[in-house]
């Protein structure tokens, strides 16, 4: 019987660890990575549908183009305070390259607003034609790379 | 008795290392019956990508006369290397050199003085670029800016700090012959000369061995990135799985088939793939994918 007990103990000890170990596996830093690489995500689903008529992959559909912009300017405008967190770098936290200079130089609120001032630009071409729209996704796509030159580890 | 002959033998070997590690100039009549297009020297620059290390540090390179006056710096694990002023100043830069003395450098990587350069400079790639092409380049410079800021010694220890041993760097490093062998076409010939020459593309996407020399049987193949943090994507085309639209569009405008973007170092050498030709970006596209798969 006491054998049983301490059986029961041990495997409720048992289940317990798994269950910290579980959590740790939910931790809010792992959470922050994935949320804004969803965000990142959504920039990319829209920017596949300018850059796809600005590269002549589809036609130009105007209502098309307009409601990406619209979109990227969107997720361009919510805050991501509450994915950004601090310590949750490259080499901190599995599966995201983001370089911690991104919370250290100070520099990444310029890249913000550049980003910001290109999807507007974007938003008042994007229904007015296919040149208009090919003009603007250059300042968009410059404005990406910046960011990513500068914050993003070099990947394989 | 012994003991001279084998003084006799450290002295041979000596000698054989001091002559095999001297600099290797063209020969004088290397440059002769050419004549300079200064216009196709600009495409030259911009497909060599000059102005990406030259330009002063924070200095915007992708503008129509860039002013080379040095000074970025460039870690490794050999130290640190600083760009020179390569303006067409006469005494800070290098508006006093001749055509040869321009030729032997990014041809030979040999001085006007006669000492190597260190390989931070890509003459391993430069080599395989024309005489024609150089001597349009030389005109090319010869039109930018000048600037008076004097060239920083390189932040090498010993024993890389004596240029001569880099003699016998060369003689093992390989080259120039071309990496993809053989009869192509016109059009991958034309991305050969841009992608193993001017554009210098293995000298961050071949990996290289612990002297730092190409691994030329892992060829494109992806390395770790220079600086220490990530690695250089491999780009051949079993590796990439793009069309060869994908990778003009890449070189042209910075998104990746899945409409992510070039980041880091690539950035600065989009900027300078977009003002390629397109049928430049083309002929880089038609040769990567002439590549033989890596198996990566």
Redesign the interface.
Known sequence: MTRIIRLSVLVAAGIAVAGIASAQSNDPLAAAVKARQSHMQLY??N??VL??M??GRMDYDAEAAQAAADNLAALASMSQRFYWVPGSH?GAVEGT?A?EVIWTDGGIGAEAEAFSAAVAGMQDAAGGGLDALRAA??PV??S???C??NY????? | MIRWILAACALAVAAGAWVLSGPDPLPEDALDGLVADAANGERVFIAAGCASCHVAPEADAAVAAPVMSGGRRFESQFGTFIAPNISSHPDAGIGAWSDMDIANAVLRGVSPDGAHYYPAFPYTSYFRASAQDIVDLAAHLRTMPADPTPSLDHEIGFPFNIRRTLGLWKLMAGGPEMVLAGDVSPEVARGRHLVEGLGHCAECHTPRNGLGMADYDAWLA?AP?PAG??????ITPDALGWTAFDIA?YLS???TP???????????V?ENTSRLSSEDRDAIAAYLLALPRSGG
Request: overall charge negative; glycine content about 20%.
């Open positions: 990319s689903a920017l596949a850059g796809g600005a590269q490259a390259r370089l996704i250059g796509g410059a990406c790379g910046s990513h030159e993003r580890q070099s990947n394989n | 992806g990135e943090d990530g690695r250089v994507p491999a569009q405008t910075g998104f899945s409409f992510d973007t070039a980041g880091g170092d690539m950035v600065e989009i």
